[in-house]
C-alpha cells in the first residue's frame, strides 16, 4: 500500500488494519511524517512537530502484545489550546510563546487511552478568538485548495491537516462554528458534539 493510499484511508478503515495487524503503526507513522513534511510548509496547519517521538511510540506499539485500544496507531495532532503535558501549547500568543504545560487536557488523555499517537500540534487563532486561523507565533494557515485563500477558524489548522492527509482525523473546539466553519471551508466534516458530550477540561 502506498504512503498516499494511507494518508488518504479513512480513519475507521485506517484503524481496522491496524488492530488486524495487516498495517504497522510504524508504516502509518512514516506515511504520515513524509506527507507532513511535503505539505506543511504550503499550508502551514501543523506548528508544533513531534516526528521522532511518535515514530518511537508507533514502534513501541508494533512491539507489544497487548491488546490494542480502538484508536491504535493513528497519528493525531491536537489543536493548539489544548494543553499536552510535555508539549509546547501556545495558545497562538507570544505571552505562551514558550509555555509548556504540566497536564494533559481530559480529551488528549482519552485520546492516549484509546491508542492514539501525538505528532503534533494544529494552528489557531490567538486563544482560538476569530474566524479566520493566524496568530503572531506561528502566522496564518492557508486553505488546501487554494493558498491565497482562507481555511476557516478557529480550528482552521485541525480543517486543513486533515483536507491535506497530513492527520487522519484531528480535534477542536467549538463554540461559535469553530470547527464547522473550517470543515466548510476545507472541504471536510467539522462535528460539533452536543454540549457535554465530549469534556470541557476541568469539568469532568
Known amino acids: 500500500m502506498s504512503e498516499t493510499d494511507i494518508c488518504y484511508m479513512g480513519a475507521k478503515p485506517l484503524a481496522r ?9 510504524t508504516e502509518v507513522l512514516r506515511a504520515f511524517i513524509a506527507r507532513i513534511e511535503q505539505v506543511n510548509p504550503k ?3 501543523i506548528v508544533t512537530f513531534l516526528p521522532e517521538e511518535a515514530l518511537k511510540k508507533a514502534k513501541a506499539l508494533d512491539r507489544s502484545r497487548a491488546p490494542r485500544g480502538p484508536l491504535a496507531g493513528l497519528p493525531i ?18 505571552i505562551y510563546r514558550d509555555h509548556v504545560p504540566d497536564h494533559d487536557h481530559v480529551v488528549v488523555e482519552r485520546l492516549r487511552q484509546a491508542g492514539a499517537i501525538l505528532i503534533g500540534k494544529t494552528n489557531t487563532p490567538e486563544f482560538a478568538v476569530g474566524a479566520q486561523t493566524f496568530n503572531p507565533v506561528f502566522g496564518a494557515t492557508r486553505n488546501p485548495y487554494d493558498l491565497s485563500k482562507t481555511s476557516g477558524g478557529s480550528s482552521g489548522g485541525a480543517a486543513a491537516a486533515v483536507a491535506c492527509g497530513m492527520l487522519p482525523f484531528a480535534d477542536g473546539s467549538d463554540l ?3 470547527l464547522r466553519n473550517p470543515g466548510s471551508f476545507c472541504n471536510v466534516v467539522g462535528f460539533r458534539p452536543t454540549p ?9
Not at 488494519?17 to 503503526?25: M, V, Y
Not at 457535554?196 to 469532568?204: I, K
Open 176 to 178: 461559535g462554528s469553530s
Open 196 to 204: 457535554g458530550r465530549v469534556p470541557n477540561w476541568p469539568f469532568r
Open 17 to 25: 488494519l491496524l488492530r488486524a495487524r495487516e498495517l504497522s503503526a
Open 43 to 45: 499550508v502551514n496547519a
Open 77 to 94: 495532532a491536537h489543536k493548539d489550546i489544548v494543553p499536552t503535558k510535555g508539549v509546547r501549547t501556545t495558545f497562538g500568543s507570544p
